[in-house]
Nanobody, 121 residues
Framework: QVQLVESGGGLVQAGGSLRLSCVAS????????MGWYRQAPGKRRELVAE???????NYADSVKGRFTISRDNAKNTVLLQMNSLKPEDTAVYYC???????????????WGQGTQVTVSS
């Protein structure tokens, strides 16, 4: 029932920008933290950025100053503005939402299918 759909990935040259979007839909009671993770081939999935329902943000050191995460609570949407992209940013980016589907259940992590971001030199 709950679905997270990412969009905005693609191929871009180093120094360019991309904007990723993620929309959570379905039977959602509430959402706590939403964030973006990424996974490059042969590497573990890592946190890129996250934002709480109140707007508090947390970024990986590697993207600070280049990426900006934001959300629209009314639309259950989280955005990731990526500027000054580097080849090392190449990865599949996954949307994550810590949410609950009812007031009778605890928070559970949900994931999108991922969107490919490729940064060429």
């Amino acid at each position: 029932q709950v679905q997270l759909v990412e969009s905005g990935g693609g191929l871009v040259q180093a120094g360019g920008s991309l904007r990723l979007s993620c929309v959570a839909s379905g039977s959602i009671f509430s959402i706590n933290t939403m964030g973006w993770y990424r996974q490059a081939p042969g590497k573990r999935r890592e946190l890129v950025a996250e934002v709480t329902s109140r707007g508090d943000t947390n970024y990986a050191d590697s993207v600070k100053g280049r990426f900006t995460i934001s959300r629209d609570n009314a639309k259950n949407t989280v955005l990731l503005q990526m500027n000054s992209l580097k080849p090392e940013d190449t990865a599949v980016y996954y949307c994550n939402a810590d949410l609950r589907v009812s007031p009778f259940r605890g928070y559970t992590a949900y994931w999108g299918q991922g969107t490919q971001v490729t940064v060429s030199s």
